[in-house]
T-cell receptor, first 115, second 111 residues
Framework: GAVVSQHPSRVICKSGTSVKIECRSLDFQATTMFWYRQFPKQSLMLMAT?????????EQGVEKDKFLINHASLTLSTLTVTSAHPEDSSFYICSARPGGGTEAFFGQGTRLTVV | QKEVEQDPGPLSVPEGAIVSLNCTYS??????FMWYRQYSRKGPELLMY????GNKEDGRFTAQVDKSSKYISLFIRDSQPSDSATYLC???????????FGQGTELSVKP
């Protein structure tokens, strides 16, 4: 199957700093990428959908100025958590979908801890 | 009411048992139904994908969709300890649309 690489897998940062998470589709072109957040023992909550070359569409309640998403190429999307606070600590997962496809392939996730 | 409801478990079964996992949903527009498996601290991986109603079988896994009841199921036959994971149902309205996930059911298969 198609491979989506997410980096870093784990990051610890100080409160007030920004953190960037990368999501790459390694063997296909992803016209659409999705970013999710998952709390322990809870489901994946969609944060935003991004299409290559256009602005991301954020779900209700997600602060677009805090969670900056860039989808500059067909193989790379980034999520930047700006001015992180302890309540932003969570598991962030990206997924990528090839153009015209139904299946979305998931990255391995990033465990963010803000101290 | 959540769009997709799934019993979070945990569910514990002995090795070799048949496992039944279920989700209900409220949006009758959903047409694409998926089951994902997620190991601890990892991203989900797609197990089964079904379009509209019906059954689909892949090895020890069978997915069923009953759109009239807004109910989907995943059956695992001859369960193995390696099947221990969280199983998430997901569904979407259109091809290329956004996936809506259930809460996930934590499954433990004991040797």
């Amino acid at each position: 199957g198609a491979v989506v690489s997410q980096h870093p897998s784990r990051v610890i940062c100080k409160s007030g700093t920004s953190v960037k998470i990368e999501c790459r589709s390694l063997d296909f072109q992803a016209t659409t990428m999705f970013w999710y957040r998952q709390f322990p023992k809870q489901s994946l909550m969609l944060m935003a959908t991004s299409n290559e070359g256009s602005k991301a569409t954020y779900e209700q309640g997600v602060e677009k100025d805090k969670f900056l998403i860039n989808h500059a190429s067909l193989t790379l999307s980034t999520l930047t958590v700006t001015s992180a606070h302890p309540e932003d600590s969570s598991f962030y997962i990206c997924s990528a979908r090839p153009g015209g496809g139904t299946e979305a392939f998931f990255g391995q996730g990033t465990r963010l801890t803000v101290v | 009411q959540k769009e997709v409801e799934q019993d979070p478990g945990p569910l514990s079964v002995p090795e070799g048992a048949i496992v039944s996992l279920n989700c209900t949903y409220s949006n009758s527009a959903f047409q694409y139904f998926m089951w994902y498996r997620q190991y601890s601290r990892k991203g989900p991986e797609l197990l089964m994908y079904t379009y509209s109603s019906g059954n689909k079988e892949d090895g020890r896994f069978t997915a069923q969709v009953d759109k009239s009841s807004k109910y989907i199921s995943l059956f695992i036959r001859d369960s193995q300890p390696s099947d221990s994971a969280t199983y998430l149902c997901a569904m979407m309205v259109n091809q290329g649309g956004k996936l809506i996930f259930g809460q996930g059911t934590e499954l433990s298969v004991k040797p």
